[in-house]
């Protein structure tokens, strides 16, 4: 249609030049009503008349409603249910954006990992602790004729003896790293587990020597 009305233009054109009295004549009248129709043919319409496409959200609202609607009266019990869960629902935070809610649960998710791994870590440090045990020679009992023990004892560098154990618990001597390190797996054990290194380092030295000497069989 557009190259009809090029081509009736054209034509137009060509005949107020060769006729000078082309726009008294009917034809002028016929070929101008003519182009102004096929020109109204090809005009946009007007934006009330363009047809407006629904969200996708309201059409989904919607079907939910006539489905609400079927619910209610055909079970009744489905439909008190979902009216009951709707409610609850409205009385909460709702994420209007999957994404932010989707980008909570990855949160959580996080701080759940997190906290794994702090486990995970403890549990390590237990199980280094019982084997720092399992590998350590016993105390042995204090007595006189054991006199010569306790001085090897002594000069163990990694399992303080009964003296130092005194000392400490007294607040008169204090822990080599390694002394306290094995005062720490050996309260590990006699407490079932039930404290971490860290708890039972907080207490302090005198209080770790104490659980020690507590354990120890009765000279």
């Known amino acids: 249609m557009k190259d009809i009305r090029n081509l009736l233009l054209d034509c137009r054109t060509a005949l107020r030049r060769i006729d000078k009295n082309f726009e008294d004549s ?38 939910w409603q006539a489905a609400a609607r079927e619910l209610r009266a055909t079970h009744p019990e489905v439909h008190a249910l979902l009216s009951k869960r709707v409610m609850e629902r409205l009385g909460e935070e709702v994420l209007d954006d999957a994404e932010d809610e989707i980008e909570t649960l990855r949160g959580h998710l996080r701080l759940r990992e997190a906290a794994n791994a702090k486990l995970s870590q403890e549990l390590a440090a237990a199980k280094a602790a019982v084997a720092a045990v399992a ?36 607040g008169v001597a204090t822990f080599t790293e390694n002394h306290r390190d094995w005062c720490l797996a050996e309260a590990m054990v006699l407490t079932g587990f039930e404290l971490t290194p860290v708890q039972l380092a907080a207490e302090g030295d005198a209080a770790l020597a104490a659980r020690v000497l507590a354990g120890m069989p009765a000279a």
């Open 26 to 63: 009917p034809l002028a009248d016929r070929l101008g009503e003519a182009i102004i129709g096929i020109s109204r043919e090809h005009e946009p319409p007007p934006p009330s008349e363009v047809p407006q496409a629904r969200p996708h959200a309201q059409r989904i609202a919607y079907a």
């Open 135 to 170: 590998a350590a020679p016993p105390l042995a009992p204090a007595s006189t004729a054991g006199g010569a023990a306790a001085a090897v004892q002594e000069e163990d560098p990694h399992v303080p003896s009964q003296a130092l154990l005194h000392s400490v618990a007294a």
